[in-house]
């Protein structure tokens, strides 16, 4: 990147899934006023109703078609990488419902008087690197001019409608398990952190941290279909910008259960607890947690910076699954085939109870 380009971050007011509307103010907005429910067809398999990954559209006996979209601003200021991880995040959505992508539509907004031609093609070509490697074309999209950067995709896949896996379906007696590491909003946090004019990394990341944050966002969540083809699985979702505890909320609220998260199990990113006890941590994490914290039962001894991970908004998180106890095994191989060495069981799913999720 030339010296005079301004970095990516700079030009944004937020980054990646910590750029989504606060999930309190977000449920103000959708109950809407005076908008009148519009009628339903049968063949809509999943819709809104729990804030699900995605919309799923039955075809016919055989395929059911998923819609979904995403997109956001700067996470990193590397165009390559930034294009790369927007287009991982947008199609996990249609792993996280079973089914397999066929193809994406790109989401394009750039303030084109402020970065250069060559900037905005090396974020594109980042999205059209993911899309080649998850097999599938981006067959169009649209562009305009903004005030800030952004980009994502519209992404589209199929699944047969026997095996949709939506966040609604877990069990009492299930385990979850959770498919990657937390700490994504922090990394990004301190990448932002004073990081000089033409500098990519700033002191409070290395190019071994950045090297990790990469890898774990641009991991594609392919262990989906898979997933969903195993009976004892019940319900998957991804984690991203409400964080570990929101998107477990919705399982819980969906299911009509209470869940139990074993903080101790939970995966890591290196070095991203240090950075939180040092006060890096994202804008988004606080607000996650004035959002949904009164349906949360924390330990009296639970750690600043527990917390702040506990709600650390991801992006392009790892996939989160209920699933029967017996198929724990089965589900732990499969992430392992997919190259999710930190994919581990983190807790259970319970009859519904006074507290929605309990961190232990």
Known sequence: ?????????????????????????????????????????????????????????????????????????????????FGRIAATNAISDVYAMGGKP????????????????????????GGEAVCRAAGIPIAGGHSIDSAEPIYGLVALGLVHPKLVKRNADARAGDRIILGKPLGVGILSAALKKNAPQGDLLCGAVDAENYTKMIAVTTQLNTPGPELAALPGVHAMTDVTGFGLAGHTLELARGAQCSLDIEWSRVPLIDGVLK?????????????????YGNDIALPADFAPEAKALLTDPQTSGGLLVSCSADSVGAVLDIFRKHGFASATEIGTVGPRSDTLLTIR
Do not use: W
């Open 1 to 81: 990147m030339k010296t005079d380009t301004p970095r990516l971050t700079s030009l944004s007011h937020g980054g990646g899934c910590g750029c989504k509307i606060a999930p309190g103010l977000l449920s103000e907005i959708l109950k809407g006023g005076n908008r009148l429910p519009l009628p339903l067809p049968p063949e809509l398999l999943v819709g809104i109703e729990t804030a699900d990954d995605a919309a799923v559209y039955k075809l016919n006996d055989e395929q059911a078609l998923i819609a979904t979209t995403d997109f956001f601003m700067p996470i990193v200021d590397d165009p390559y990488d």
């Open 275 to 291: 950075l939180a006890a040092d006060g890096i941590v994202t804008g988004a994490s606080g607000r996650n947690f004035a959002a």
């Open 102 to 125: 066929i193809m994406a539509l790109a989401l394009v907004g750039m303030p084109i008087n402020v970065l250069p031609a060559e900037v905005i093609a090396r974020i594109l070509e």
